[in-house]
């Protein structure tokens, strides 16, 4: 099992996150700044996978060569000073959000402990565009999902 959450970044930095899409990026920018004050830090393109670190692996950037190409990457993690929220980020979120959330945070709940980190269930998709069926299976699924305003 392998977490990186990567470089910290300031809530109120609103730069474009590394591997969001560029149509994605605005949508996740009214969010943030919906959030900011809430939030001590954020994470991008979190990367995490239940492979092992393989035992030829001498140092860190070989188990990193090795393992982040296998990852599965949250698009942000979020710290509020307790908790940690798993975004999937989508300007028109469809099922195959919900699938990436759901995945993300059974993967965040299995391998974070071992970096002691608690889990979560502060699980999200931000959209734009509301989608009834996704806010159906989300409510469902105790899955947060936020809309922010489009334009």
């Known amino acids: 099992m392998w977490l990186q959450l990567g470089q910290k970044y300031d809530p109120n930095w609103s730069g474009r996150p590394p591997q969001l899409l560029e149509a994605d990026n605005p949508t996740w920018q009214k969010y943030r700044e919906k959030v900011k004050d809430k939030m ?3 994470y991008y393109n979190v990367a995490m996978t ?10 860190e950037i070989q188990v990193r060569m090795y393992l982040y190409p296998l990852s599965k990457r949250v698009d942000a993690v979020g710290f509020d000073g307790k908790n940690y929220h798993l975004y999937e980020v989508n300007r028109s979120a469809k099922l195959r959000s919900v699938g990436q959330a759901m995945s993300y ?6 391998i974070a402990p071992e970096y002691k980190l608690p889990r979560t269930d502060l ?4 959209t734009e565009f509301v989608d009834k069926d996704v806010e159906f299976i989300c409510k469902k699924l105790n899955i947060i ?4 305003k489009n334009g």
Do not use: D, G
């Open 40 to 42: 001590k830090c954020f």
């Open 123 to 126: 699980t999200y998709i931000i």
């Open 145 to 148: 999902y936020e809309v922010v």
């Open 105 to 110: 945070r059974e993967l965040w709940n299995e």
């Open 50 to 59: 239940m492979y092992k670190e393989p035992e030829a692996a001498r140092n």
